[in-house]
């Protein structure tokens, strides 16, 4: 099927979502037992961790990690989010910076100023959420607002509406900073997060048993397997290990002098829609297939710009001594093929 759909229904009895381009699944989302990221707690400061710079808090979802904390002693209470999810028998990642994120706008506590989205570039646009960013606020309101890159084709009732219902939240919470340890908001479910974060144009789907009609399990089928093709007999080979996930690519059958920069190329435009798809996070090798170092800059520009377009945090490292390419990339999902276990 020709255009955008997304299909919201359930996986093995979790609420799942998924993201189809001319019928070829882009994104899935699929809930899991673990704390979200996004949920906000009030937690306890439990004990530092000496030369790291961080600190053991208690939550009521187990023990957490906070990183570069200052001034936080045993005892003391403190807003926390949950970051991203936690590698096995590891603490939960969270940060002091509190973010209250919706479809239209995110809403920074203490962190003063009005920004919107540079991907909006139409002055009159520009104008236009200003005006409404001057009705719902006050000059004087101590929270920051970012406008995201959907207010450009929103309607102006729906965005004033979005800046007020996440200024309220963030009040709300801000105020929450005395007592014991608490779960004062949960991270979006998959159907909520499809809706914040999928905004182009796309068909909705809420049947139940839309996965099966449209191809959706066939799809999550095809993740167990460790191979993808690229075309013209070229494939990458994608599997986690407990230090790192490795991926390599080979050419097949083509022998061709340009076989290699070929196949390396369908790895960068690929490979983000792959690490999602399965949800692999942490460091990942790329044992690319053979081909002059002078094509490796054609080679990042790819990967850079297949990235740009990911919205999960990915820090391109660059090469090692033995030619192989590092990646960086944040957990911010568990590994499918662990979710539906």
Known sequence: MKGAQI?????????????????KLQDILVDTDAPRPGTIYRATADRPVKGQGGMFLKTPDGPAFLRQVKGLAPGQTILVQVTGFAEEGKAIPVTQKVLFKSRY??????????????????EDVRDTLLGIVHEVMDEDDNMGLILRSSCATAEAGEVAEDIDAMLTLARQVSAETEGSVETLVEGDAPHAEAWREWTDPAEIVTAAGSFETHGVLDAV???????????????LFIEPTRALVAVDVNTGRD???????????ATARELPRQLSLRGLGGQITLDLAPMPKKDRRAFESALRSAFRADTIDTTLVGWTP??????QRKRARL???EVLK
């Open 7 to 23: 299909i919201l229904d359930h996986l093995n009895g979790r609420e799942a979502a998924a993201h189809l381009v001319d019928g």
């Open 105 to 122: 706008a995110i809403v920074t506590p203490d962190a003063p100023g009005r920004n919107i989205s540079r991907s909006i570039r139409d």
């Open 221 to 235: 089928e095809d993740l167990n397997d460790i191979s993808v093709s690229l075309g013209g007999g070229a494939s």
């Open 255 to 265: 022998t061709s002098p340009a076989a290699g920069l070929k196949a390396n190329m």
């Open 322 to 327: 033995l030619g192989h390419y590092e990646l």
């Open 335 to 337: 590994p499918l093929s």
